[in-house]
């Protein structure tokens, strides 16, 4: 895969998105320089959006599915509290570009997309890039119980519910950001597993994300 330049305009933009992000609360200087090192431009295939990348905005990706918006993926990463070398589990690879900004944050990323184009159009751009995570073709409502658990697990579509896989996947003391709800909107959710097993759950509003697919998408 041939990747579009990364030149002096694009840094600039970056970093002009990166001053918007911490306008709209984000504060974990980590995680704002993981944003403004990873290309965006890079992940988006259409032409008619590239000039656009950098705008807070959500994109088409195909396959029904979008790249999410630069404060939805700085927010959700915020909220993760990652630690270098933490194992994370994501759910919804996409285009990969919440993928590139947790290894920009030194986690050990395993990823699962349910869309098959996507996945291996996503491996070559993330390959194409120098870009090491897991990728997995496969059924996110399962987890990857043979890579388990996991210091943290981070879902990137709006699932209906909570699946019991995705928390009992995760270590004691680890977390698990997820949108939960039907229809458009849904409630940002941060669960944590505490030492004793049991779990703490806290809403932290309203956001909006493609549905959560189960083993029936193609």
Known sequence: MSLLKDDFRHQGLRRKLVDHLRTKGVRDEAVLQAIGRVPRHQFIDDSAFLELAYEDKAFPIGCGQTISQPYTVAFQTELLQLAKGMKVLEIGTGSGYQTAVLLELGAKVH???????????????????????????????????????????LVTCGAPFVPEDLLTQLKPGGRLVIPVGEGDVQRMLCIDRKPDGTFEQRDLGAFRFVPMLGNTAK
């Open 111 to 153: 990823s699962i997309e349910r869309q098959r184009p996507l996945y291996l159009r996503t491996k070559e751009r993330l390959a194409a890039m120098g870009y090491r995570p897991n990728l997995i073709y496969g059924d996110g409502y399962k987890g990857l119980p043979r890579e388990g658990p996991f210091d943290r697990v």
